[in-house]
């Protein structure tokens, strides 16, 4: 069975950083893109950032400057780096795989998902 586990989620005052992991097993980890979304509530899910099975990048725009996304592959690990939290960044965070990069930016490209993490920026 694939699992994707995220952890490293928590509470953390505004302009606070945060480092999520996502422990993967059961699939071929090296030939996955490894995404981040996030889904506030009443919000859709969002795109916040990938790295490629080449190790490329991605970011959306409005966090570009704020996260850094990195992977581990020899233990199978991708982690996403948040700094200078902001309120609007509470939001459950999940990490998922794709195959597909074309899709690499959308929910729909991806085809294996963790439970998510929930983080909250408050003061």
């Known amino acids: 069975q694939v699992q994707l586990v995220e952890s490293g989620g928590g509470f953390v005052q505004p302009g606070g950083s945060l480092r999520l992991s996502c422990a993967a097993s059961?699939?071929?980890?090296?030939?996955?893109?490894m995404g981040w979304f996030r889904q506030a509530p009443g919000a859709v899910r969002e795109f916040v950032g990938v790295?490629?099975?080449?190790?490329?990048?991605l970011y959306a725009n409005s966090l570009k400057d704020r996260i850094s996304i990195s992977r581990d592959n020899t233990k199978e690990t991708v982690f996403l780096q948040m700094n200078g939290l902001k309120p609007e960044d509470t939001a459950v965070y999940y990490c998922?795989?794709?195959?597909?990069?074309?899709?690499?930016?959308?929910?729909?490209?991806?085809?294996?998902w963790g439970q998510g993490t929930q983080v909250t920026v408050s003061s």
């Open positions: 998922a795989a794709s195959r597909a990069i074309s899709t690499i930016m959308t929910t729909e490209g991806y085809e294996y």
């Open positions: 790295v490629t099975r080449s190790n490329n990048t």
């Open positions: 059961g699939l071929p980890f090296r030939s996955y893109h």
